[in-house]
């Protein structure tokens, strides 16, 4: 089945530490993103990345970091230097086919809930 | 970032109601794309809409892009218990480098 995995689901982690979320599609898709969601709030945008080897930062990249080595695998690092890593991250991506439409149709991945002790 | 302003932010309705929601926007988007998010889940694909004008329908979820590119709307007709969940939409501007923006969300409550 084509999609988009994440792991994992449910990750724990002390103050101080770097963790890292792994995001794999294997839809093909050139553009991926990560997104952070907080209750009450719509998702903001951490990182996105349109090609293999390249990145931009989002909204709220401060105390995270990305790579994208490979175009199935976008991972995403959250470093000892972000205030409130506490949330939900969902990574998603979109086609960058020939069809118009499957270009600008956005897919996400089952999330990865993480949570600093 | 820019974040749509979505409503309304919650809906408790009966079984068998039809449920209207709405997003808008000081941008014009090119994209809207509407979502459902279930409890710990991530967002699920349910219609994009490409141009102004456009409706277009999903088994009973019917969405619509406003005349202004700034709006858009989403209709569930005839609800049932598995609707529960909350709805997002998301637009699109094509020179902010393919970022999308994302509404606030309208939680729906379904009682049977």
């Known amino acids: 089945d084509g999609g988009i995995t994440q792991s994992p689901k449910y990750l724990f982690r002390k103050e101080g530490q770097n963790v890292t979320l792994s995001c794999e599609q294997n839809?093909?898709?050139?553009?991926m993103y990560w997104y952070r969601q907080d209750p009450g709030q719509g998702l903001r945008l951490i990182y996105y990345s349109q090609i293999v080897n390249d990145f931009q930062k989002g909204d709220i990249a401060e105390g995270y970091s990305v790579s994208r080595e490979k175009k199935e695998s976008f991972p995403l690092t959250v470093t000892s230097a972000q205030k409130n890593p506490t949330a939900f991250y969902l990574c998603a991506s979109r086609g960058t086919s020939g069809r118009a439409k499957s270009y600008n149709e956005q897919f996400f991945g089952p999330g990865t809930r993480l949570t600093v002790l | 970032g820019q974040q749509l302003n979505q409503s309304p932010q919650s809906m408790f309705i009966q079984e068998g109601e039809d449920v209207s929601m709405n997003c808008t926007s000081s941008s014009i988007f090119n994209t809207w794309l509407w979502y459902k998010q279930e409890p710990g889940e991530g967002p699920v694909l349910l219609i994009a809409l490409y141009k102004a004008g456009e409706l277009t329908s999903n088994g009973r979820l019917t969405a619509q892009f406003g005349i202004t590119r700034k709006d858009s709307f989403l209709n569930i007709s005839a609800s049932i218990p598995s609707d529960v969940g909350i709805y997002f939409c998301a637009g699109q501007v094509y020179y902010t480098g393919n970022q999308f923006y994302f509404g606030t969300g309208t939680s729906l409550t379904v009682i049977p």
């Open positions: 839809l093909n898709h050139d553009a």
